[in-house]
């Protein structure tokens, strides 16, 4: 078995665990947990160029290497070097920081596999490797009501959407009488449309909660608002890429058969994804929950490319979800920084912040016109792609919908800016920010800025990703 | 190879550097950063530059032909007049302009449709901020709206574009055959910009309540590229021709009710960009040779105004007419520079309306369009009118004030004298503009019935505003326009928001809490299966401890069920809005919405693929 | 005032004098035709608004 294709997996878990075993035992290197774990990411990324786009298969195909694995693997380790470097100074007077770093590599390992899987069963085994880390993780502020209700809330309903997502394999194996995605996709023609259509429909539901779908949704406000808010960010992004990592996959191949068995509840829930998700962030005073409701109608307009089941729509979203590691985590790292300063996390609480923290200021510039779509971001092409998907294969209509809610999210993220830069602060006073915080927000906002300036080469690996799948 | 570079992009990555100088090198830099892009102006020839490979595309940044240098060469030029009459402002006033003046230069340079878009979407977050610098109540509310509406306008646009090119259309920006709905919605967001009516109020409501230099910037480029966008890509479109004839008019009568100086020239923006869209609905030559030839006066002659207007509100604070008044003694100079600007508006023989006014009314009248005709006729009246006599003799004469002005600083008043000799020199000597045109056309103003029109309509108007002066003065009263309906309609939108469908959540909402009380005894139960069958089992197991399980499960009933509760009835009375209510933090009600969502989509679902009935 | 008015007559007369190769309506062949576009457009103009103030003007803190 040749494994370099997945050294990425393998190397991510084993420091998951192996920090697991050794942090807690060792004062000293507890200390260094954060570091460590950051090295370690980077470290496990590295064998990534080497193999990319390489198609391997183990388990009898019930994991595979492509492309499109890789470039999420990509994302999700993004995304985690990320959250581990906003998470430096967010932590380092906690006692239990060991298992916080430990969790959060464990639960990129599972996003990993989660975007190699191609059975039903192993998706479902990633999942909850992710799903369950993620739950202890909301948690982590386990003397703070709000982080615990936000934990329980997080895991009640993501038990209810396992069940529902176990009903929907069940269901899917019964009609077809395997797991593994290319044998639905042979068995569908003669599978009972009854049972086909409904699986398809609970693993949908199953996904959508990872996603944060209209209308199983519901719980992202209120977790990201009480999670730590690095973990926030980490959810907001990562989770949500693995989320549509699988259903991409999912859909797109095995279940595409039988396409005309669930697009038209994917119209209808995109649909309300990105008007639920808009809306209700008009009426937010707090700056997370807004962001959750943001995310929820970024999630709308990902879901268009579901219906429209093409290949600009598929690069599409897969190079939103890339630049979306980068708009998306910024301001949750943001909001940690302004939340270590003593700042609130209320929006007011942001009045006059231009003055006293100027480049995190410029830096949240970048990303509510990246997050809204305007140039110069990546957010603007990656948009676009997505709206002239849905008009290439004749939904021009879900297209004018996703059009004008970002016209809709203009005002809430404006809002944000005006009052970081029109209103004053009664005493403003520079705010020194942590040094690790500020270069994560720094370096997201440069980043959301060379997806612009270079997203001709990351498009040209997109699509070269995106066509393997 | 070309030695230049695109102006545009010049000059937004050279505001960029603004922020790093200071003092009197800061102040040489910004004069020379217009001069410097408007000598790449003068050396771009005629072609396709700066071509690049992106994503796939390609990208234009540099199409250079007649049409695109009319353009180009004003935008330069008023860069730098605005620049200097900017001095006083600060680093990021400057930014925001040079960004602003640069995505115009780069729309009006841009090839194709991708690199257009892309400068004429950075227009809106860099003027914005000139409206916001103000700094007040009312400029930082008029700012939001502007940047709302642009940014449907904006999003209009992009669907035309995107149904255009997925249409199989050319990438290239060239005319489009207004046909199905992608061209058609391109005209709508080119409209926007270009302030017709009804999808003009976004004009009227920010540029008088932008800061005084950047209303001068404002005046000069959002309206004037969409008058470039529209000269390329549907000249001859019969209905521009009543559009522009309407919005001429438009401006003109709302102008004249006006209280605000800015909100008068305001009105004449929209009333001038009228003339230009009808010119460009004509389409034939002497049309479109018109239009950017008023285009390029306009600009002069506008900005003079709001230069005028500007210096009157930074000398002595007010800008309501029913505030101004008996200044001619206190502020010669600007009230001399403004006339002229008044006079090129009016189109007065020797100023540089005059040149290219006529231009567009001879293209109504040569075409035979007697309604158009008559319309613009009319409205030149009107505009001497207003800006001619309203505003100048209620501001500078009329009943004194006794407001003691500010002195005016030097490079304002030098940024004024450059635009006004700018607008005589092209009354007088109009060749060199009229060979700059994209056609080439025979026209010569200065005949002896046209000379005679002009001073006749002006001397008679003169006496009608003499007799009905004391109808039109300023009064201080709101003028309602378009933006009445999304002003006072959000509010009526948001109050059905908060009362019917917020009461029916509140009601929703008492029902969960009632039936809380089933959750609860559920848990109870749960929790008596805990401490007996799961505890009843643990305890076999030799672990000492190990009653956790049933101390959860307890935990969570009296914690989580009764503190989840608290908490709702708390927020949502502190909050009391909308979300809050559907987003009422009761976990039962997320995995009801969850399972209620399965069964809704199944249906649709099922239904729509045949596989449920 | 009165030199106002004493110009406009002036150039009637002139525009007597002055004459049209094109024109778009046969109206313009009278002299001193814009004379009386200048003074009824104007008037047009101002009785046009004044009856649109009814509907349009408001307080000015209408908007709050």
């Known amino acids: 078995m040749e494994l370099e294709p997945v050294l990425p997996h393998l190397l991510l878990l084993a420091s998951g665990l192996g920090l697991l075993l050794v942090l807690p035992f060792s004062e000293r290197l507890r200390g260094w947990g954060g570091e460590i774990a950051l090295v370690l990411v980077v470290v496990s990324t590295a064998p990534l160029p080497l193999t990319f786009g390489v198609e391997r298969e183990y388990f009898d195909g019930a994991l595979l290497t492509d492309g499109f694995s890789a470039f999420f693997v990509l994302v999700f380790h993004l995304v985690a070097a990320l959250v581990i470097l906003g998470s430096l100074d967010f932590v380092e007077d906690r006692k239990n920081r060991s298992e916080y770093y430990s969790l959060i590599l464990i639960a990129t390992a599972g996003m990993d596999i989660l975007a190699s899987a191609a059975e039903l069963l192993t998706i479902f085994v990633a999942l909850e490797i992710t ?14 009501d709000r982080s615990v209700e936000a934990a329980i809330k997080f895991f009640l309903v993501g038990a209810f959407s396992s069940a ?15 797991t593994f995605l290319d044998g639905i996709l042979e068995a569908s023609a003669e599978a009972s449309p009854g049972m086909m259509g409904l699986g398809a429909l609970l693993l949908a539901a199953g996904f959508g909660f990872k996603v944060a779908a209209v209308p199983f949704h519901a719980w992202a406000p209120d977790t990201y608002e009480g999670a730590p808010t690095p973990i926030s960010g980490y959810l907001a992004s990562g989770s949500k890429a693995a989320g549509f990592a699988v259903i991409l996959r999912v859909f797109y191949t095995s279940l595409s058969g039988v396409s005309e068995f669930w697009i038209a509840a994917f119209a209808v829930a995109a649909v309300l994804t990105m008007v639920m998700g808009n809306a209700a962030a008009l009426s937010q005073r707090n700056f997370k929950r807004l962001m959750a409701y943001s995310g ?13 089941l093409n290949e600009l729509g598929k690069a599409a979203a897969m190079a939103h979800l890339l630049v979306y590691a980068f708009m998306n985590t910024g301001p949750f790292l943001f909001v940690a920084l302004t939340g270590r300063a003593g700042v609130g996390e209320r929006i ?9 923290a100027p480049y995190m200021a410029l830096s949240m510039v970048v990303f509510m016109f990246a997050l809204t779509g305007l140039p110069p971001t990546g957010g603007f092409f990656t948009k676009l792609f997505i709206f002239l998907a849905a008009v290439e294969a004749g939904y021009w209509w879900l297209a004018v919908v996703g059009v004008v809610m970002s016209g809709v999210s203009l005002y809430y993220y404006m809002r944000v800016l005006k009052f970081m830069f029109v209103d004053e602060h009664p005493s403003p006073a520079p705010i020194e920010p942590p040094f690790a915080l500020r270069y994560s927000v ?3 906002a440069v980043m959301t800025l060379v997806t612009f300036v270079a997203f001709d080469p990351i498009w040209d690996l997109v699509v070269a990703a995106a066509s393997t799948l | 190879m070309v030695n230049w570079v695109p102006p545009g992009l010049l000059l937004i990555a050279g505001a960029l550097l603004v922020p790093f100088l200071k003092g009197k090198v800061r102040s040489a830099y910004v004069l020379a950063l217009p001069l410097v892009a408007l000598a790449n102006v003068a050396l771009m020839e005629p072609g396709n530059h700066w071509v690049l490979e992106f994503i796939g595309v390609e990208l234009v940044l540099a199409r250079v032909d007649s049409l695109s240098l009319v353009f180009g060469y004003v935008f330069a030029i008023f860069a730098f007049i605005g620049g200097l009459y900017s001095l006083g402002e600060g680093d990021g006033h400057f930014v925001a302009a040079y960004v602003y003046a640069g995505s115009a230069l780069g729309a009006v340079f841009a090839g194709d449709l991708i690199s257009f878009v892309v400068f004429w979407e950075l227009m809106l977050p860099s003027s914005v901020m000139l409206v916001w610098f103000r700094g007040t109540r009312e400029s930082i509310r008029s700012g939001f709206r502007y940047a709302v509406f642009h940014t449907f306008g904006g999003a209009i646009l992009m669907s035309g574009l995107a149904i255009e090119v997925a249409n199989g259309g050319p990438l290239a920006f060239d005319q489009f055959a207004l046909n199905g709905a992608g061209p058609v919605l391109i005209l709508v967001g080119f409209l ?11 004009l009227t409501d920010a540029y008088p309540r932008s800061t005084v230099a950047g209303g001068v910037f404002m005046c000069a480029f959002t309206t004037k590229t969409a008058v470039y966008a529209l000269a390329r890509g549907f000249p001859g479109t019969e209905a521009l021709i009543w559009m522009g004839a309407v919005m001429a008019l438009y401006g003109v009568i709302f102008a004249m009710l006006e209280n605000d100086i800015r909100g008068i020239l305001s009105y004449h923006i929209v009333s001038q960009v009228g003339y230009m869209v009808a010119g460009i609905g004509i389409g034939t030559a002497m049309g479109v040779n018109g239009s950017s030839a008023h285009a390029f006066t306009h600009i002069l002659y506008k900005g003079l105004l709001f230069m005028g207007a500007g ?23 600007t009230m001399l520079l403004y006339m002229v600007g008044a006079f090129s508006i009016s189109a007065l023989p020797l100023f540089s309306g005059f040149v290219s006014k006529s231009m567009v009314i001879a293209a109504a009248s040569e075409e035979h369009l007697l309604t158009p005709w008559g319309l613009l006729t009319l409205s030149s009246v009107g505009t001497f009118l207003s800006v001619g006599l309203k505003l100048p003799y209620f501001t500078f004469f009329g009943e004194d004030s006794g407001i003691a002005p500010k002195r005016v600083p030097r490079h304002m008043v030098a940024a004024m004298g450059i635009a006004a000799l700018a607008n005589v020199l092209l009354g007088i000597y109009p060749d060199p503009l009229y060979r700059a045109l994209p056609s080439e056309v025979e026209f010569v103003p200065y005949t002896a019935p046209h000379l005679m029109e002009t001073l006749l309509i002006i001397a008679t108007t003169a006496v009608a505003f003499y007799w009905t002066r004391e109808l039109v003065k300023g009064k201080p009263k709101t003028v309602l326009d378009v933006d009445w309906t999304y002003r006072v309609g959000t509010g009526a939108f948001m109050w059905a928001v908060r009362n019917p469908v917020g009461s029916f959540a509140g009601f929703m909402e008492k029902k969960l809490y009632d039936s809380v009380d089933g959750v609860k005894a559920f848990s109870r139960a749960a929790s008596s299966f805990d401490g007996r069958a799961v505890d009843g089992v643990v305890n076999f197991v030799p672990e000492k401890g190990i009653k956790r399980p049933s101390f959860f499960t307890r935990w969570s009933d009296d914690n989580v069920v009764d503190g989840v509760i608290d908490r709702v009835s708390v927020e949502s009375f502190r909050l009391g809005d909308l979300s809050s209510r559907v987003q009422a933090g009761l976990v039962q009600g997320y995995v009801g919405l969850f399972a209620l969502g399965i069964v809704v989509l199944a249906v649709i679902a099922g239904i729509t693929g045949r596989w449920l009935l | 005032m009165r030199l106002l008015l004493l110009t406009v007559a002036m150039l009637v007369g002139i525009d007597l004098l002055v004459t049209k190769h094109h024109v778009t309506v046969h109206a313009e062949e009278v002299p001193g035709f814009y004379a009386a576009v200048g003074f009824f457009g104007a008037l047009l103009i101002v009785g046009f608004s004044k009856a649109l103030a009814r509907w349009v003007v408001r307080e000015e803190d209408y908007y709050g």
């Open chain 1, 131 to 144: 799903t369950l880390s993620t739950y202890a993780l909301v948690a982590f502020h386990k003397d703070e």
């Open chain 1, 164 to 178: 529902i997502l176990l009903m929907g394999i069940s269901l899917l194996y019964g009609a077809t009488g395997t």
């Open chain 1, 296 to 308: 929820i109608a970024h999630t709308g307009y990902v879901m268009i490319v579901l219906v429209t």
């Open chain 1, 348 to 356: 007011d609480d942001f009045r006059g912040l231009y003055r006293r």
């Open chain 1, 442 to 444: 720094v370096i997201c």
């Open chain 2, 192 to 202: 926007v910009n270009a302030a017709v009516p009804p999808l003009h109020p976004w």
């Open chain 2, 311 to 333: 210096s009157v509100i930074y000398a002595t604070g007010a800008s309501k007419l029913s505030e101004l008044g008996g200044l001619h003694r206190r502020m010669r100079t």
